[in-house]
């Protein structure tokens, strides 16, 4: 289920890339310490419990409190699935310009929002950007406004539906109705 490492201690003796590349999180909640034990079951033929080796594989299925923890540590799982898709969604929006034009935008769009507002406003970046794009100042602080409208349009839009995406999630009632929505 996902392919997270979990822990429940300090993750500072991995390496950046580790905690990125096996997706390392640290667990400090003591209920979703408890609850991810239970993520060694899974639902077999509808029933949430653990397969086993030998003539039966299928274990007793959970049941009371067992299977609320295992829906609990699913949904927990599907709410980390969700994030770290939806932060490859949002980098996407990002990919398309250098980390040195995007350490400009806030500035650029403070400067094009001025000179909309008043032409004579102080805008030392944009007075020198426009001409290197061969646009005049009033079109490349139009641009700049466009430019950041739609940024975060998209950015809004990522932000509903993966609050969306977790309120689907904490409505599941059952671990199959949770596999279903597609996040584990």
């Known amino acids: 289920m996902g392919d997270y490492y979990l822990v429940d201690s300090d993750i500072s003796t991995f390496t950046p890339q580790q905690i990125t590349d096996y997706k ?4 400090t909640d003591a209920q979703d310490i408890a609850d991810i034990q239970f993520l060694i079951h899974d639902i077999w033929d509808g029933v949430v419990c653990l397969m086993t080796t030998g003539p ?3 274990g007793d299925p959970l ?4 299977l609320a923890s295992h829906l609990r540590a699913m949904k927990f799982v ?3 699935e969700a994030a770290d898709r939806f932060n490859t969604s949002y980098q996407a929006l990002k990919n398309n310009e250098s980390a040195l034009e995007q350490s400009t935008w806030a500035q650029q769009l403070a400067e094009a929002t001025a000179y909309s507002a008043d032409s004579s406003a102080a805008i030392p970046l944009l007075s020198v ?7 005049t100042v009033a079109q490349y602080a139009a641009d700049v406004v ?3 409208s739609a940024f975060a349009t998209a950015q809004t839009q990522l932000i509903v539906d993966l609050k969306s995406a977790y309120q689907a999630i904490d ?3 059952t671990a199959q109705d949770l596999r279903a929505l597609g996040w584990i």
């Not at 950007?129 to 646009?135: F, G, V």
């Open 24 to 27: 390392i999180r640290t667990l």
């Open 56 to 58: 039966n594989p299928k």
């Open 63 to 66: 049941t009371g409190d067992d």
């Open 78 to 80: 599907a709410k980390l």
């Open 129 to 135: 950007l426009a001409p290197a794009r061969n646009q």
């Open 146 to 148: 466009s430019a950041a």
């Open 171 to 173: 409505n599941c009632s």
